[in-house]
T-cell receptor, first 111, second 115 residues
């Protein structure tokens, strides 16, 4: 499966700052999902945004979706050291419920 | 919430041996499960789609005779790495698709090290 692209690949910020990660994809989607992965662990589902939605919030998370640009962004506000992890976007292209993952952004939040 | 387990969480085996990894959906039925492989500092790469009662569908470049997948029930899929080699060392993650939830639930992963 072909991956989308995420940028930046790595991001280092201070606690309290906001972190923004971007994801681009190539073909039309049903929905786009963001996942978090702590080092050496499984994936934790963060948020799902459908193709007919433009913005979604969940706690300190804000996700936007621009289907015309085939891109999405994940904003984490007021970051904490515990937010340090890798973040992946994944797109559902209505191909047998299969997800295509982006390359991921490694976020480090310094206390 | 929906839970997916994997067993074992870590395994070390010698080159040439076979290793079986189990993926279970604990509180829901999953007609479709997925197997991913993840190398260090890289993203997840889909290996195959496992459908209950039928043959798995493998992604291009994944050897079906090397990575045997069996989805024998609606709550269990197994991945067997046959004749493992050091280059098969990786983090293997399964996920189970919950119908109508439009969501995949991921297992915690299995770290395979082939010596």
């Amino acid at each position: 499966s072909q991956q989308g692209e995420e940028d930046p690949q790595a991001l280092s910020i201070q606690e309290g700052e906001n972190a923004t990660m971007n994801c681009s994809y190539k073909t039309s989607i049903n929905n786009l999902q963001w996942y978090r992965q702590n080092s050496g662990r499984g994936l934790v589902h963060l948020i799902l945004i459908r193709s007919n939605e433009r913005e979604k919030h969940s706690g300190r998370l804000r996700v936007t979706l621009d289907t015309s640009k085939k891109s999405s962004s994940l904003l984490i506000t007021a970051s904490r050291a515990a937010d340090t992890a890798s973040y992946f976007c994944a797109t559902d292209h209505n191909a047998g419920n299969m997800l295509t993952f982006g390359g991921g952004t490694r976020l480090m939040v310094k206390p | 919430g929906a839970v997916v387990s994997q067993h074992p969480s870590r395994v070390i085996c010698k080159s040439g041996t076979s290793v079986k990894i189990e993926c279970r959906s604990l509180d829901f039925q999953a007609t479709t499960m997925f197997w991913y492989r993840q190398f260090p500092k890289q993203s997840l790469m889909l290996m195959a789609t496992s459908n209950e009662g039928s043959k798995a569908t493998y992604e291009q470049g994944v050897e079906k005779d090397k990575f045997l997948i069996n989805h024998a029930s609606l709550t269990l899929s197994t991945l067997t790495v046959t004749s493992a080699h050091p280059e098969d060392s990786s983090f293997y993650i399964c996920s189970a698709y919950r119908d109508l939830a439009y969501e995949q639930y991921f297992g915690p992963g299995t770290r395979l090290t082939v010596t």
